[in-house]
């Protein structure tokens, strides 16, 4: 038998065979040679491409068609950073720290970014494009870009430099784009959401309820100081392992260069003040902003020449009609232009100053006399036609106007000076000696403090500084020991680190939390006990006791309260919550239920009686109010719906390495 199967399976075909089987299996050890634990994401998202959305997923078909973004390490933790600053900030003294640094909390905030990358794709994938007209108007609304309710250019500039990390006009410009062509598609499936007559008075109804309610609260029972024996501890502790983990720490060593405040009462050379106002008189003269209007003639990314050409053929048309005496500008951009941000406003862009536009666009703008249309202009988006309507320039200030001012800037030039000569002998110093603080302190004539081992968020003094928390735990610093680069946590404040000790996340082993997981173990005994007694009474309901005699066989005092509506405390929140979820009560009946509450107590409790709200009792204005709400409820879960389905297109690979 084994004979002729060999014999069958000789020859040509049986070689063609078997080598076209080799095929798919060698592709698939070759991906997880080639990446298994390389993975530089936190998280990847593939989508198949558009003319092929049936493409398998393999290695190599995702290689060569698919397309694909992924969420950076660093993204990750700015973003994480971010959120544990704000619950801090929320929470105050009740924040944990150590709480929050769970994988359980990295995920939460890595799906929203995941959330982000996934319409980020599919916005990409729909060539869907946001004009600059829009991405313009966003930056002129941000109130940190304006001086006195408007937008000022030069604010714009330096508001940016000195963010962290800093950007350029044009980085934050792509930021803005890519949030608006993310939000663009969710957002009008939101706002397309309404509210039939019939469901905003079932939901009047709903909301209007009151409900006739007796209870009794259950104190709880004894303080539990049983023995807790090591089967049950290990038991607990394997069941809840991922709450005993030791968080990554760093302690370190630092110096705190600080300038020093110059005497205000000396005199400041006159002439000295002049040539600085001549340095930044810039900056008190209102900017120079054009009102424009454009018409563009988009050119689709990857066009060929035809199209490319033809697109600056009428380009070329349509400014020689608007040029024409007496042209409506306007109506030729209503009819013509493929910018939907400014096409209905017949091509308007409002003033504009100098770093609003790209290059090009912004150059012929500003070179152009008012009244006047401009020849084509190319940019990113297509052909551009430009009316230039209206210039205000810039209006000077005299040197005496600002006089004290100059004064005051020059004196704190002296102290910014002696500060930043300080820290280039600190930096010298470091350069000579990265490994050590010790010369550097020497040079700046400073102290070399140091802080204990902390954890991430838990930091104080410096360490607590959002910039000094990022340096401390990078990788640079943890794994090579060297001093890090000037840190500025605050104007005319700066420090120079160093991580000391280093210990990576860990596991916590069942005698480092002993007392904490037996103290768990014992509240959740006494949280079973609570529930037990709780749900014994209300057993006792069911089979038709009344709450009063329950409540005397137990020694309790029963408490009736008739109307209760929604949302009202009595005796708490949760309580009333679960008045609202039970099954209204048949005629003649009672319905009953139970809560539990944080200091181990329970409300046991009885409904009696359900009557609905009475939809024409409210006026006009809250029935209106009322469908605006539901209408937005409604399309925030229709755009949910949208994003969960375009994550089910794609692939998303999570490496919880990375976080």
Known sequence: MLQALREKTSGWIAIAIVALLAVPFAFFGMEHYLFQNNADYAAKVEAPPTWWRSAPDMWLVRKLAWTSTEVTPEEFRQAFDSVREQRRQDEGENFDARAFETLDSKREVLEQLIDRAVLGLAAERANIVVGDAQVREIIASIPAFQVDGRF??????????????????????????RDLQRALVPQAIAESAFVTPSEAERMMRLLDERRDVAFVVVPPPAVDT????????????????????????????????????????????????????????????????????????????????????????????????????????????????????????????????????????????????????????????????????????????????VREEMEREVRDGEGARAYNEQIGRIVDEINRHPMSLEQAAAAGQLEVRTIAPFARGAGTGIAANRAVEQA???????????????????????????????????????????????????????????????????????????????????????????????????????????YFQTMPPAEGKTAAGRTLRPDGSAVVFVVERVVPGDPAQAPPQQQAMLKQQLGALLGNEDADVLQRALRRQMKITVNEERL
């Not at 250019?153 to 940016?160: E, I, K, S």
């Not at 008189?281 to 990314?301: D, G, M, Q, Y």
């Not at 529930?531 to 029963?558: N, R, W, Y």
Request: proline fraction near 7%; aromatic fraction near 6%; glycine fraction near 6%.
């Open 472 to 578: 401390a735990f990078s990788e640079a610093l943890t794994q090579d020991g060297t001093v890090s680069d000037p840190i500025e946590i605050a104007p005319n404040h700066t420090v120079f680190i160093r991580v000391t000790a280093h210990t990576p996340e860990r596991a916590q082993t069942l005698d480092e939390v002993r007392d904490r997981v037996t103290a768990e173990v014992r509240a959740d005994r006494m949280r079973q006990q609570a529930e037990q007694a709780a749900d014994a009474m209300v057993a006792e309901l069911k089979a038709g006791k009344t709450l009063q005699a329950v409540a005397q066989a137990h020694g309790l005092e029963p408490q009736s309260v008739p109307g209760i509506p929604r949302g009202a405390p009595v005796p708490d929140p949760a309580s009333n919550t679960a």
């Open 226 to 401: 049983a023995p807790v024996a090591d089967a049950d501890l290990k038991a607990w502790f394997e069941k809840n392992a991922n709450r005993y983990r030791e968080p990554e720490k760093v302690a370190l060593e630092y110096i705190e260069v600080l300038a020093q405040p110059q005497a205000g009462a000396g005199e400041v050379d006159e002439a000295e003040a002049r040539a600085h106002f001549e340095q930044v008189k810039s900056r008190f003269a209102a900017t120079e902003r054009r009102l424009a209007s454009h018409i563009l003639v988009e050119v689709p990314a990857g066009a060929d020449a035809a199209a490319q050409q033809a697109a600056q053929k009428e380009a070329a048309d349509l400014a020689a009609q608007a040029a024409q005496p007496g042209a409506d500008f306007a109506a030729l951009a209503r009819a013509h232009s493929d910018d939907p941000g400014s096409r209905d406003k017949g091509g308007d862009l409002g003033w504009v100053e100098k770093g609003m536009m790209s290059g090009p666009f912004e150059d012929t703008l500003f070179g152009m006399q008012a009244g006047t249309v401009s020849q084509p202009v190319k940019t990113d988006f297509g052909w551009h036609v430009l009316r230039l309507r209206e210039i205000e320039a810039g209006k000077p200030v005299a040197f005496e106007d």
């Open 152 to 177: 000022d250019a030069q604010r714009y500039q330096m508001t940016l430099q000195s963010g962290q990390p800093p950007r350029t006009p044009a980085e934050f410009q792509a930021s803005i784009r």
